[in-house]
């Protein structure tokens, strides 16, 4: 499918700063059949914006601004062709992925409860089987409220909630895989879906400006690499899906990471639209 | 008048002496002295003992004690008259062994951040590695200039009861000291001026500009003359003595975060007259500070951005981020195996034998040796975070039997080692005082080492522990061009 997206960032500074730095992660990544086409991110005030590649292949855009300002907006927009199903990729795990995605960390720790809510999912010797069961568990025991969590909330904390977003029913997943040795990992980007904001607005839920961001789990098989699935609609990656980052956990891919010097209060405001022939919607 | 060295019948006991053999008479290559001090009153040496305080004071050789009793108290760094005297082939030795070390820790880093064939290859644990407090992500990939990434290491040696060269821990982060090897000399030319014609000793003043000389081989490609500056984290650092000492010898400027500044991935220091270009940056603050932005985003001391400016291309750190892992308790266990991995030799200087309490039955053995062994937590330098078991309490035990078994990653130990000892005076007299010695070791264009270290001698009567923080002084070293 192809899609395009456009994801507005504003910065709010309650009062001038002069020194900030800042980091993002929105560029469709190229990889397991997903193709992007295009992709801009400009600034205002407009500075010169650099990439990078980080040890996850993202690619990550930062710029610095160094004049009084109070107010940064981000505009990046992709156009990007999302493959019919999810292609694995056929690189094998190099160590340090194999380690990265087996250990726990700060979002999907070690935790009692959650190893007993994986073993209850086990199939013995299948870990596809394993990984599949484990994501319609997730999306069974957990209920989508937003509010319920913040973007700290760890997995132990959103499972015994029973509730939480995307990101909490990732993490919630990926901690489960792990303590199944089953390695996985987060991912970050975009979900289009029409029909489903549709849907949460008759059922009279709030659909936030940025709700197309979204979040899912890949899981490494042995013998077919990653296969990537949702736990939050208990579903296997569509074409509806554009894939933004990957890491052990949210905290390697945050869509923003900045610093600023000065005591103003900074508010921030995201609006994501995605479009396909002229359709507009967000999900997650 | 009565000669003082021997009146109180200076006692070998059971170690290596470094200067008397075991039948009492000095060793050869400390012959010359041990007769000058036996011409010498005490008189006359406490007199040059309070010329060397002075001018300690005066030069203000101070560093910072941090416990609960004296917090933050700067105290001047004991310093002691005897000099420790190292022959010119067994520092050729040293040399070979530390530049053979050195060497293959550099390979090592670049190895785990690019291929990691060592752990493909099944050398080294991949957990060992990966799990490293200090190994960071964020060097993947990054090529640091000629491949280099600690360019200025500390490796302290020891010696056991036969006098075997031993390697106790290698420094590969910011190892501190090397201002007091170069002050000692100093008080000692003053204090002894016609000895060291005499005595045939090689020099080390060269350091700093040997230094200097390292760092700007390592700048980024393009830049002809590059700008270098020592970044310290300011004057609460119980190094910072050192780090204005090293910048004025150098004749580079001293700075800290907030004089750096990062823009379109290029660093500046911010002067009067606008901002000026940066290339290599001598940093003194820890990985976890040095950028805000990408580690510790608390940190007031770093420099935001920096990290990127560094991935880029456009400013070399020394040391790179990331040489942490090599040091690592756990990993030195595995030393001569990645000296023979990457270099196809045995290694030259042997390590101290040690146990990984994340291995099962080495753990059974620790925790049921815990009076006789050192237990070291991996992490922790300057002496902090270790237990002696001969000279512990039960409750020590325990509370590291807990630590032990909790995370065994985070634990090794070691036997006992009787260190060598040296003659050193204290309180009015002479007796045998436990020391190690830290060479320096630099690699940029190449591996250089100037023929000396810091000899840090453990004072307190039959103390083992010779940082300086934890009570220990140091002397002159003198290794002989003969």
Redesign the interface.
Known sequence: MRLQIRHTTVFGYSESINEAYTEMRLRPLDAAGQRCYRFSLTTEPRGEVMTYVDRYGNVVHHFDTLQSHDRVVVTATSDVETPAEFLPEERELTPLDLFDFLTPSGYAPEDRKIADFANSCRHEGDSLETAMALMEATWKRMTYQPGATDVRTKASESLELGRGVCQDFAHVMIAACRSLAIPARYVSGYLYSPRLVRERKDAGIEVPDNAASHAWVDVHIAGQGWISLDPTHNSRQTDQYVRVATGRDYADVPPTRGIYKGNARETLTVQVEVRSGGLTSGLN | MRPFLLENDYDIGDFFDEMFAADGSPRSHYRAIDERLREMTRESFEERRRQADISFLYQGVTFTVYNKEEEGIERIFPFDLIPRIIPQREWDYLERGLTQRVTALNLFLHDIYHE?RI??EGVIP??LV??AKHFR??M??INPPRGIYAHIVGSDLVRDRDGNYLVLEDNLRSPSGVSYMLENRQAMKRIFPDLFQRYGVSPIEQYPQDLLATLRSVAPHDVPDPTVVLLTPGIYNSAYFEHTYLARQMGIEIVEGRDL?????HVYTRTTRGLKPVEVIYRRIDDEFID??SFN?DSMLGV??LL?AY??GNVTLANAIGTGVADDKAVYAFVPEIIRFYLDEEAILSNVPTYLAMREQDRGYILDNLDKLVVKSVNESGGYGMLVGTQSTREERERFREMISAVPRNFIAQPTISLSRHPTYQGGEVYGCHVDLRPYILSGERVTMVPGGLTRVALRKGSLVVNSSQGGGSKDTWVLNH
Do not use: C, T
């Open positions: 990691q752990i493909r991949a957990e990966f799990g992500r964020e993947v990939g500044v990062v823009h379109d991935n805000p932005l985003h935001s951005g990127n991935r880029a």
